[in-house]
Every structure is written in C-alpha cells, then in structure tokens.
C-alpha cells in the first residue's frame, strides 16, 4: 500500500499569510494526487486534482504542485474561511489512501 | 444539482449488520464509479471501496475485505454498502463519493453529507 505523509499536522497563521502544507507519498505516484478541505461537521471539498489543477468554483488563491514523490498545498493569501483540516490523496492505485490531515487555524 | 444522500447508519451491536445506501441524482449514475469513505470520531478520512459504473470491478480495503460488500441498483440510482461482522472499530461516519470520472486514476468530485454508524453494546 502507498503511505501517505503529510506535514504539518497542524498550523496557525495569520489572514493574509502564505501557508504551506506537504505531502509524501511512500512510493512514486506521478501526478496522481488530489487535496481536500473540510470543515467542523462537513464532508470533504475538492480543491486540487492531478497535483496541481484547481477544481471548478475553488478561489485561485490555493494552488498545488509536485510530482514523483513529493507534493505541496499553498494557500497564497490566508482568509478566514480557509480555518479547515486538509487532506491529501493518492489517486494513483487501490488501496486509496489519505494523508493524516493538516489543520490550519487562523491567529 | 449533483446530490449523494447516505441513509441507514445507526446504532448496532459488535457482530450485527448494516446495510448503507446512497441515493444519488444530478448525474448521469450508470457512467460514473462510486466510493465508501469512511471517517472515525476525530480521526481522518479512510477509504473502504469503489465500484465501477457498470459493477464489474469492486476494490476493498483490507480492514473491510470480507465483511463489508459494495453494490449498486443503476435502475434506483444507488449505491450499497453491506456491512458484516461489525466491530467498535467501525464506528465512524461513513460518506459516498463520487469519482470525478478521470480516466485511470480515481479521485471525489462530490461527497454525501454521512450518514454515523456506532458500534456498540
């Protein structure tokens, strides 16, 4: 099964800051990897697939990148309705497997 | 309006059974594979099964392979999961999800909102 890694577990920063958050994946999965957003009490939301393509409707502020091995979340510009856990995913064999999580809160 | 509606999570005893189902609709359902995502309280999100959009191939976790079954009605528009030999471990919210339809790779365009299954005497 494909490991998935991310860090930071969880994060505080500020509106306005730019926010980081990596994933590993154990084994090289080419682009095949998506993020989620969820929010207290909600279901996962979309944002990135295939690595770095930005779903339908997603604000342009979060953007993704990597491939192989390593992959990354950006938030550009941190807005309050962006305080979530987020969740990275391999899309490339079965077992699917998910990241641990990273919270962003919001100073 | 695509739409995922879980139903039939509740209360059931270590060892008992439940049988979930997802109504979908705002899609064409036949042409698109389907996911059970699972997340315990306070934990993170766990993939358990996919289907194909005609239910030739079915894909298992290995903490479910043999317990839980996945299916689907294309005429009812829904997605099953049966859910044996049920252990406190199994507690969680349990979401449907859609494939975003990318050939090769498979990945959720759309969840339901859950629907909670406790294990529990």
């Known amino acids: 099964d494909i490991q998935m890694t991310q860090s930071p577990s969880s994060v505080s920063a500020s509106v306005g800051d730019r926010v980081t958050i990596t994933c590993r994946a154990s084994?090289?999965?080419?682009?095949?990897l998506a993020w989620y957003q969820q929010k207290p009490g909600k279901a996962p939301k979309l944002l990135i697939y295939?690595?770095?393509n930005l779903q339908s409707g997603v604000p342009s502020r979060f953007s993704g990148s990597g491939s192989g091995t390593e992959f990354t979340l950006t938030i550009s510009s941190l807005q309050p309705e962006d305080s979530a856990t987020y969740y990275c995913q391999q899309a490339n064999s079965f077992p699917l497997t998910f990241g641990g999580g990273t919270k962003v809160e919001i100073k | 309006e695509v739409q995922l509606l879980e139903s039939g999570g509740g209360l059931v005893q270590p060892g008992g059974s439940l049988r979930l189902s997802c109504a979908a609709s705002?899609?064409?359902?036949?042409?698109?594979?389907l996911s059970w995502v699972r997340q315990a309280p306070g934990k993170g999100l766990e993939w358990l099964s996919a289907i194909s959009a005609s239910s030739g191939r079915t894909y298992y976790a290995d903490s479910v392979k043999g317990r839980f079954t996945i299916s689907r009605d294309n005429s009812k528009n829904t997605l099953y999961l049966q859910m044996n030999s049920l252990r406190a471990g199994d507690t969680a919210i349990y979401y449907c999800a859609k494939d975003r339809g990318m050939s090769r790779i498979t990945l959720f365009d759309y969840w339901g909102q859950g629907t909670l299954v406790t294990v529990s005497s």
């Open positions: 295939v690595a770095s």
């Open positions: 705002g899609f064409i359902f036949s042409t698109q594979d």
């Open positions: 084994q090289a999965i080419s682009s095949w």
